[in-house]
């Protein structure tokens, strides 16, 4: 077993490592993209002819997070069972009806159902993704290959916010702008769920359930697969990862060391949205109390999408080469710069390139703080440890908009600021003074 998951994190970048990131990355990009629309969304329903009460619009909003709330470790459970493969499969198919039927809805109550009910899938896909990318890839390219991924999918959310702000004054067949992202994004869940089945299964997976066999039959076709040639520039230099691979036979089931750990990155996983959800989300409603126009206020948030992509394909080639814990405190301060930045301007120009700074740390923050999540838990138990993580990630963007909204309308935006600034500030706390104690599980990495 042993000299299988060696082959595998000595192997090149092959052909069958490429066709499973470029499914991922599609899959991600309609999670992202559904996510994204909500922060439009809030401007949306701010505004005629929906006008909806601050109470109302926090529970629309949630209804996607409460859904991944309780869809994650559920679907995480079953990928610990059933393979990583097949749950990301299903994950997908769930995805494509129940958005097809939101695109539907006459009224934002039954809307936010089907929200509820495609939150499910929501929640469950990015760190069911990552702990996929993380059994399948080999050990030098982890990084680049996760974060190339992430590229791919950031271009998603701008086409969505687009989409919204385009057809929004133009009712194509009498239809809502706001629409039309969902029809797209399931239509694209359906077909990227059905090819989804021709992946290969993580072998370091099948090790854990017994059947060396298959893993054996996996290893070898990934080895016959076509190497992807890269440039000097791409290939490691020594991984810098905080999770060091070690034998498959190790004390990783030892209580007390998972239990500090899970603890750990749950902490770490909570933290992320009162900051890194908060803001994103209204970012419309403050520029709109600051008087820019909903078209302006939209145009804004769209320009701003696209820095993920470019900063998350620039920094794939860097991230191995850094400590994961070193990366995060960095892309922290990025943000926190930023916050003070939009506070402190009304000029169109600074305004969009705050925001940018802003989505451009959370772009390389949030699969970076997955991917170390998923590096410190044993293979066995990593989709559904770090799903359960993530449903506690989930449960703290459920309460963003319960309780941040109504902060943001009592005491306005200056309160807001307070708050993202304060989030960042426990993350950076928690990551350069509890990240180096963490407990590390012997584990497969």
Known sequence: MSSIIERLDSSSLKVAHGFAAVLCAVGFGVDLLEISVTNALSAVFSTTPHSLSPPVLSWLLASVYIGAVIGAPFVGWIADRKGLKVALCGTLLWLGVTSLLAATQPSPARFGVFRFLSGIALGAYPPLMIAYLTAIAPAGYRGLMIFWVCSLAYLAPPLGIFMISWLTPLHPFDIEGWRWPFAVAGSAALVVGAVFIRLPESPRWLLTRGHRQEAERICLAIERSAI??????????????????????????????????????????????????????????????????????????????????????????????????????????????????????????????????????????????????????????????????????????????????????????????????????????????????????????
Not at 260 to 276: D, K, N
């Open 228 to 445: 992807l040639r890269l440039p000097s520039l791409l290939k490691p230099r020594g991984i810098k990862t905080d999770a060091p691979a070690v034998p498959i036979h190790s004390a990783a089931d030892d209580g007390s060391k998972l239990k500090g750990t899970l603890a750990f990155v749950m902490v770490l996983y909570f933290l992320q949205p009162w900051s890194m959800t908060a803001f994103p989300l209204l970012t419309g409603p403050m520029l709109l109390k600051r008087g820019h126009r909903l078209t302006d206020t939209l145009l804004y948030i769209a320009l701003a999408t696209f820095g993920p992509a470019l900063s998350t394909f620039i920094a794939g080639p860097l991230i191995d080469r850094l400590k994961r814990r070193v990366s995060l405190l960095l892309a922290c301060a990025v943000m926190l710069l930023s916050v003070g930045a939009f506070f402190c301007t009304d000029n169109p120009v600074l305004l969009t390139s705050a925001i940018l700074m802003f989505t451009t740390g959370v772009a390389v923050y949030t699969p970076l703080m997955t991917t170390y999540g998923a590096e410190l838990i044993p293979v066995a138990r990593r989709a559904s440890l770090t799903t359960l993580a993530w449903a506690g990630n989930r449960l703290a963007a459920v309460l963003v908009p319960l309780s941040v909204l109504p902060l943001f309308v009592a005491y306005g935006a200056s309160a807001v600021g307070w708050e993202v600034t304060s989030a960042l500030i426990a993350s950076v706390l928690l990551v350069a003074l509890s990240g180096r104690k963490a407990a590390i599980c012997e584990c497969i990495s």
